[in-house]
């Protein structure tokens, strides 16, 4: 398994961004899929965004689609999330995530690695 930890959350107006970073320990953080989920208070935790091992296939949940992209740097074991445009229905914490495998998933059973997760608060 990868060890995950999740940065760089915080207090942020409407309109503005955020850049979440997320650790991995492990030597085969190269070879896994990773993807970035979220959770408001009282909801699902649900998908944002997800990357193959190698970089070149993401997707996005159409709510973040334009704002957030996800990026990784395995040189750095290291997986990122850009967040552009906040708006304050995008508070939530904020969760990393590994997959068994390299392909990349949207469905969050796919994921068996998780970080401790990171609060993102938009103010309108």
């Known amino acids: 398994q990868v060890q995950l930890v999740e940065s760089g959350g915080g207090l942020v107006q409407a309109g503005g961004s955020l850049r979440l970073s997320c650790a991995a320990s492990?030597?085969?953080?190269?070879?896994?899929?990773m993807g970035w989920f979220r959770q408001a208070p009282g909801k699902e935790r649900d998908f944002v965004a997800a990357?193959?091992?190698?970089?070149?296939?993401?997707y996005y949940a159409d709510s973040v689609k334009g704002r957030f992209t996800i990026s990784r740097d395995n040189a750095k074991n290291t997986v990122y999330l850009q967040m552009n445009s906040l708006k304050p229905e995008d508070t939530a914490v904020y969760y990393c995530a590994a997959r068994r495998g390299s392909y990349a998933s949207t469905d969050i059973t796919d994921f068996n690695s998780w970080g401790q997760g990171t609060q993102v608060t938009v103010s309108s």
């Open positions: 492990g030597r085969t953080f190269s070879l896994v899929a």
């Open positions: 990357m193959n091992w190698s970089g070149s296939v993401t």
